[in-house]
């Protein structure tokens, strides 16, 4: 129904991937999996690049976000820009 993909990288937690199947969105698991990256390590910067899924993996290939309305969601989420020198989508969550 839904996942998240973390990992640590250059001193911070990345959160590479948010999934959720199309038919179960709109329920908040977004927000539960965005909270639960969170508070699984506090103590360490939550990274993450606002963009938008590319449909061509598997079976919740239906169009999500695009990357402006992901970035609006993170930002009310808490994230904030935190461009680097290799992209202009980095947001950090605190």
Do not use: C, K
Not at 27 to 43: C, E, F, Q, V, Y
Not at 46 to 66: H, I, K, Q, Y
Request: charged share 25%; hydrophobic share 40%; proline share 6%.
């Amino acid at each position: 129904m839904a996942y998240a993909q973390t990992r640590r990288r250059d001193g911070y937690r990345w959160l590479d991937e948010i999934a959720v199947d199309p038919a179960h969105r709109g329920r908040g698991h977004a927000t539960r999996l965005l909270n639960a990256a969170r508070a699984h390590d506090a103590s360490t910067p939550l990274r993450l690049a606002a963009r938008a899924f590319v449909p061509d993996r598997n079976a919740w290939d239906a169009p999500g976000l695009t990357d402006e309305q992901l970035a609006a969601w993170y930002a009310r989420h808490g994230a904030r820009p935190t461009p680097t020198a290799s992209s202009d989508r980095v947001m950090t969550v605190d």
